[in-house]
């Protein structure tokens, strides 16, 4: 069974940085495309960052403006988020989701989701 599951949320302060995890079960993340998304309240998901299964191709949206990294390790089965200078409109439920071939940001192509991880950006 495939499944991801996601850690490393948690509360920060404006300014400040968390490393978010997604580890893989049940299937070799690095045949797979993961993206990272975030949901906040009352506003649609949205795509973050994604990386292909060569890690030299990564996409990042606009409004990260150069804060956020992604990254994987395939030998931990596992894809990074760091966040840095984190804002208060940061604040969401971010999840990692994996689907084949190529990064997009369109939610309902990825088929596998993770539970989610709660951020919250707030001094």
């Known amino acids: 069974q495939m499944q991801l599951v996601e850690s490393g949320g948690g509360l920060v302060q404006p300014g400040g940085s968390l490393r978010l995890s997604c580890v893989a079960s049940?299937?070799?993340?690095?045949?797979?495309?993961i993206g990272w998304f975030r949901q906040a309240p009352g506003k649609e998901r949205e795509g973050v960052s994604c990386?292909?299964?060569?890690?030299?191709?990564?996409v990042y949206a606009d409004f990260v403006e150069g804060r956020f990294t992604i990254s994987r390790d395939n030998a931990k089965n596992t894809v990074y988020l760091q966040m840095n200078s984190l804002r208060p409109e940061d604040t969401a439920v971010y999840y990692c989701?994996?689907?084949?071939?190529?990064?997009?940001?369109?939610?309902?192509?990825?088929?596998?989701w993770g539970q989610g991880t709660q951020v919250t950006v707030s001094s």
């Open positions: 990386i292909r299964s060569s890690s030299s191709s990564t």
């Open positions: 989701a994996a689907r084949q071939f190529y990064c997009t940001g369109i939610v309902n192509t990825y088929p596998y």
């Open positions: 049940g299937f070799t993340l690095d045949n797979y495309v």
